[in-house]
């Protein structure tokens, strides 16, 4: 197994697949693993699967705004229709659906094939995946049979949370902008420079990352400093 | 860690249970094909499948230490279930005699399925994951050769012929390993 693919698995570990893997030692960017997960899906169908999973199960702690931003800086075309078909799986059966404004900015793969390597092997197989496709997955032209979500294979919340202590203020946030400001603060290098600098990175407008920053700096969890020869406001979090 | 997380769950299962007599669990899926060493660890996950109990009665004992195990561990409530047992008709005749001792925890007795049985409940489910496990057991002739007669059978024990078809093309488009 490639290098890349354990990594993924570690980091996946980490935050609750149960892949009897180590755990990665480092905190996973939530974000950019979701991007990455998209790219090496083909090559591992229960790498999918326990995605999808952990998605449906703990969605709530994905910083929305800062997925879209990443998808349209840093995605690549052809990945895009494997993100899609995991949220838009993921988000069955929650209302409301839960990554309904991140999948409007991706769309369906141009030409329909099976959606992992292991089904593109012979045009039997591929004639196979075709009849066997669910719905959803004809729709973003990757064709993949009925997903059952693993939750036999999902760590429990407490442990998610003993172990990622980082992932509570996500939970509390639900997802929203709030939850992108940090995320940003904590995994993108120039985020902390100015409030511009930090909107850019988080995918929110400058407005709405000023009025998020005031809730975060009421509750202790985001500094904000200017300096006199400076006159932008340099951010850090507490 | 020489000692996957698996293993450690199911010692701790050994230590937990309290049966009256001794108890032997067979396992089947991924579970069952990492202990065994046929899977690669990382590839695997933490559920474990059981089809079958011995003696039966022995389920609710086993599947409520489980929980008690699962608590202490972080894992699923459900990280051991029997739900695969709906699917009896999928075990290969003459298991019994091929299934591979796993280990040995207090009064708990646990084996897995063989290699060749393994390989063919996986042409039968036929799913993606299924499908990249039987290329990482490289499936030779003699195998083919089993899962065939294999499938012959599995009319008779009321499987539909939608599924043995399916499974049939899955068998037909394995790439054959040669012995090594």
């Known amino acids: 197994m490639s290098d890349r693919l354990e990594h993924l698995i570690s980091q996946w570990t980490r935050i609750g697949a149960g892949f009897d893997a180590t755990p990665s030692a480092d905190c996973p960017d939530l974000e950019r693993l979701l991007l990455d997960t998209a790219r090496e899906t083909p090559r591992m169908a229960r790498l999918f699967i326990m995605a999808a999973t952990w998605l449906h199960r703990y969605g709530d702690l994905v910083a929305k705004h800062r997925l879209k931003r990443l998808i349209r800086d840093e995605l690549e075309a052809p990945h895009r229709p494997a993100l899609g078909l995991l949220l838009d799986i993921a988000q069955q059966g929650t209302h409301p659906e839960q990554f309904a404004s991140v999948i409007r900015e991706l769309s ?38 009925e997903i059952e979500f693993k939750l036999d294979a999902l760590r429990p ?9 980082w992932l509570i203020a996500r939970a509390d946030f639900r997802g929203d902008l709030r939850a992108s400001v940090l995320a940003s603060l904590q995994h993108d290098a120039q985020a ?9 990175a988080c995918g929110g407008s400058r407005a709405q990352v000023r009025n998020a920053l005031d809730n975060l700096e009421l509750t202790g969890k985001a500094h904000r400093t200017r300096t006199e020869h400076d006159r932008r406001t340099h951010i850090s979090i507490a | 860690m020489n000692t996957t997380t698996v293993e ?26 990492m202990l065994t060493g046929l899977l690669p660890r990382t590839r695997t ?12 009665s022995a389920m609710t004992a086993v599947e409520a230490a489980a929980e008690q195990v699962a608590e202490q561990l972080g894992l699923a409530s459900t990280w051991l279930n029997s739900n695969v047992q709906l699917r009896r008709d999928a075990l290969p005749d003459g298991w019994e005699t091929r299934r591979v ?5 207090g009064e708990l007795r646990v084996f897995a399925v063989s290699r060749v049985d393994l390989i063919a409940m996986k042409v039968l489910a036929g799913r993606a994951q299924d499908l ?7 499936p030779r002739a003699d195998d083919v050769e089993f899962v065939s007669r294999y499938l012959d059978g599995l009319p008779a024990k009321g499987t539909s012929p939608e599924q043995i078809a399916e499974a049939r093309e899955v068998l037909e488009s394995l790439e054959i390993n040669g012995c090594e």
Not at chain 1, 109 to 117: D, N, Q, W
Not at chain 1, 157 to 165: A, D, F, H, I, S
Not at chain 2, 132 to 138: A, H, L
């Open chain 1, 192 to 200: 902390g420079r100015s409030e511009l600098h930090l909107a850019r």
């Open chain 2, 132 to 138: 990249e496990d039987i290329r990482s057991m490289r």
């Open chain 1, 108 to 145: 369906p793969a141009p030409a329909p094939r099976p959606l992992f390597e292991i089904e593109r092997s012979s045009p039997t197989m591929i004639d196979r995946a075709r009849r066997r496709a669910s719905p959803i997955s004809e729709r973003w032209g990757l064709w993949c049979e």
């Open chain 2, 8 to 33: 450690h769950a199911l010692e701790r299962l050994g230590e937990r249970l309290a049966y009256h007599r001794e108890v032997e669990l067979l396992l089947v899926g991924g579970a069952a094909g």
């Open chain 1, 157 to 165: 919340p407490v442990w998610l949370m003993k172990q990622n202590p």
């Open chain 2, 45 to 56: 996950t933490t559920d474990c499948d059981v089809m079958s109990y011995i003696p039966e």
């Open chain 2, 101 to 105: 001792w796993i280990g040995t925890w």
